[in-house]
T-cell receptor
Framework: GAVVSQHPSWVICKSGTSVKIECRSL??????MFWYRQFPKQSLMLMAT?????????EQGVEKDKFLINHASLTLSTLTVTSAHPEDSSFYIC????????????FGPGTRLTVL | AQTVTQSQPEMSVQEAETVTLSCTYD???????LFWYKQPPSRQMILVIR??????QNATENRFSVNFQKAAKSFSLKISDSQLGDAAMYFC??????????FGTGTSLTVIP
């Protein structure tokens, strides 16, 4: 099946610093990638949808200047949490829609971010 | 906007028994997809089963099957012969015609040995 990787799998940073999370589709091209945030024992909350070569579409309430998303190629999307604060600590999950698998999204393993 | 509702925050089942997880959704679209995902403690989301709305036949994947009632906007998941490895959070998800995905709040399934 299609594989999506995320790097890093976990990261600890100091308040005020920026953190970049990479999401890669390893064996397929992804026209669309999604970024989710998940709090403990809660559902996935869609943060934004990114399409290759265009600006990301952010969900209501998500600060686009704080959560910068870049989808530079058909296999890579990045999420940068700028000026991170402890309340940004969470589990971030990306997923990708393949060119041929239009009705299914493939999930990355997630990144646990802890901001001290 | 579409909404997905899972009314059972927690469920438990005896090993080898059958359990049904419920899911309802709200939409005005006629063409869409529905999914059940499993999230074990590793937190990796795993696709369990999917259903195309235009198909009347209920999807089946080995021990997993769905009861899709389009008119009632209901999409329940039945797990037969439950195994310890089935213990996880289960999320129902809806995919709209514009590729937007909406997730339910999840059901935590415990399998009792």
């Amino acid at each position: 099946g299609a594989v999506v990787s995320q790097h890093p799998s976990w990261v600890i940073c100091k308040s005020g610093t920026s953190v970049k999370i990479e999401c890669r589709s390893l064996d397929f091209q992804a026209t669309t990638m999604f970024w989710y945030r998940q709090f403990p024992k809660q559902s996935l909350m869609l943060m934004a949808t990114s399409n290759e070569g265009s600006k990301a579409t952010y969900e209501q309430g998500v600060e686009k200047d704080k959560f910068l998303i870049n989808h530079a190629s058909l296999t890579l999307s990045t999420l940068t949490v700028t000026s991170a604060h402890p309340e940004d600590s969470s589990f971030y999950i990306c997923s990708a829609l393949g060119l041929l698998s239009y009705n299914e999204q493939f999930f990355g393993p997630g990144t646990r971010l802890t901001v001290l | 906007a579409q909404t997905v509702t899972q009314s059972q925050p927690e469920m438990s089942v005896q090993e080898a028994e059958t359990v049904t997880l419920s899911c309802t959704y709200d939409t005005s679209e006629s063409d869409y997809y529905l999914f059940w995902y499993k999230q074990p403690p590793s937190r990796q989301m795993i696709l369990v089963i999917r259903q195309e709305a235009y198909k009347q036949q209920n999807a089946t994947e080995n021990r997993f099957s769905v009861n899709f009632q389009k008119a009632a906007k209901s999409f329940s998941l039945k797990i037969s012969d439950s195994q310890l490895g089935d213990a996880a959070m289960y999320f129902c998800a809806y995919r709209s015609g514009s590729n937007q995905f909406y997730f339910g709040t999840g059901t935590s399934l415990t399998v009792i040995p």
